[in-house]
């Protein structure tokens, strides 16, 4: 399904793009079981197979409602050249998968040999990161909220960058027991 949704940037308010809306079947998703939900402040439910999306891009899944996932992700050992360039692209493809929308992305380089820190700033949160080529380790942030999957990008960041080693943690920010 495709729609018109506000790119949310400050600096062109009103701004719409299309934006395409898709939920694919993923393994790890359970599909929600049916429930009348009875939301307290009357949001708008947009109805999805795994999750349901709420005006304000809420989730709800199993009887809770949540802002979005957070991963945490470290990953050592990397197979990477240590470029902007290629950081860029990896992040990139990571955002196309997950299904957010990219608003800005910047990157900066500390020296010619040292790290890269930077942001991709998304309609639906952000991610961040943080290189130590030194230590041949990367720190990702990854938040997002709305009808997006997080977990698609940290497997598109874990399978460009080829970790021999890999931390993650995912954190469900906002989390509250919807009241029925």
């Not at 820190?117 to 990702?140: C, K, M, N, Q």
Request: some cysteine; overall charge positive; proline content about 3%.
């Amino acid at each position: 399904m495709a729609e018109l949704v506000d790119a949310g940037d400050s600096k062109s308010p009103g701004f719409r793009s299309l934006r395409v809306q898709v939920s694919p079947a993923l393994p790890d998703l359970e599909i929600m079981m049916e429930h009348s939900f009875k939301i307290k402040d009357n949001f708008k439910l947009e109805k999805k197979a795994s999750k349901v999306i709420t005006e304000d891009h809420f989730i709800i899944e199993k009887e809770m409602t949540y802002a979005g996932q957070h991963i945490i992700l470290d990953l050592w050992n990397v197979q990477f050249d240590n470029k902007v360039t290629t950081l860029e692209e990896i992040i990139k493809a990571a955002i196309i998968v997950s299904k957010a929308m990219l608003l800005h992305i910047h990157l900066h380089r500390f020296g010619k040999s040292q790290g890269i820190s930077g942001v991709a700033l998304l309609a639906e949160s952000h991610i961040s990161v943080h290189t130590w080529p030194e230590r041949d380790y990367i720190a990702f942030d990854i938040f997002m909220c709305g009808d997006t999957f997080p977990n698609l990008a940290a497997n598109s960041l874990v399978k460009a960058l080829k970790p021999a080693k890999k931390d993650i943690h995912i954190l469900k920010r906002g989390k509250k027991k919807i009241e029925y």
